[in-house]
Antibody
Framework: QVQLVQSGAEVKKAGSSVKVSCKTSGGTFSTTAINWVRQAPGQGLQWMGRIIPFLGIAEYAQNFQGRLTITADKSTTTAHMELSSLRSDDTAVYFC???????????WGQGTLVTVSS | QSALTQPPSVSGSPGQSVTISCTGTSSDVGSYNRVSWYQQPPGTAPKLMIYEVSNRPSGVPDRFSGSKSGNTASLTISGLQAADEADYYCTSYASSSTFVFGTGTKVTVL
């Protein structure tokens, strides 16, 4: 049974950074992409980026280039998402999602609320 | 990458059918049969309902179906039930290993 468990809620100051983790269990970690998706309060889903742990290469949405770093630790089967230079409009729930064959986000973490205060 | 365009809301009575459109461009929806649909009740993580345009994961009722024509994909819910009330999002693979989500549609069962 595949499970994705994310780290807890964070409150950050504008201008700082936040790092959210996504611990996976079940299935094969190294060769399966982990994606990050966020949802601002009352808004829709926004794709942020992905990483295939085996390759260690991340792809990012243009909106986040330069501020977003996605990494993966094969030894702990954990993916991390770090967003820097935080602004108030980065306040959102951040989800990790495991991408299965067919380019589908079949498994999701429970979400992590990041609140950015000025 | 601009978000795919969905209608903000659709509604129907129990037993009726509703269809949600998802319009992209020739760089995403039009180029790849890699469109998925997700259901998201309030306060929960999204759930995969359709992948690769028209495939249903195990456990998803066959009342849910997907299709695509040109740059527009569609999700149809037949035999609408109260439990179907939620937000629905499409997503498409785009170029360079990236994805783009739709703007989201709220389905209301009257």
């Amino acid at each position: 049974q595949v499970q994705l468990v994310q780290s807890g809620a964070e409150v950050k100051k504008a201008g700082s950074s936040v790092k959210v983790s996504c611990k996976t269990s079940g299935g094969t970690f190294s060769t399966t992409a982990i994606n990050w998706v966020r949802q601002a309060p009352g808004q829709g889903l926004q794709w942020m980026g992905r990483i295939i742990p085996f390759l260690g290469i991340a792809e990012y949405a243009q909106n986040f280039q330069g501020r977003l770093t996605i990494t993966a630790d094969k030894s702990t089967t954990t993916a991390h998402m770090e967003l820097s230079s935080l602004r108030s409009d980065d306040t959102a729930v951040y989800f990790c999602a495991r991408e299965e064959e067919g380019y589908r986000f079949a498994y999701w973490g429970q979400g992590t609320l990041v609140t950015v205060s000025s | 990458q601009s978000a795919l365009t969905q209608p903000p809301s659709v509604s129907g009575s129990p037993g009726q059918s509703v269809t949600i459109s998802c319009t992209g461009t020739s760089s995403d929806v039009g180029s790849y049969n890699r469109v998925s649909w997700y259901q998201q009740p309030p306060g929960t993580a999204p759930k995969l309902m359709i992948y690769e345009v028209s495939n249903r994961p195990s456990g998803v009722p066959d009342r849910f179906s997907g299709s695509k024509s040109g740059n527009t994909a569609s999700l149809t819910i037949s035999g609408l039930q109260a439990a179907d009330e939620a937000d629905y999002y499409c997503t498409s693979y785009a170029s360079s290993s990236t994805f783009v989500f739709g703007t989201g549609t709220k389905v209301t069962v009257l």
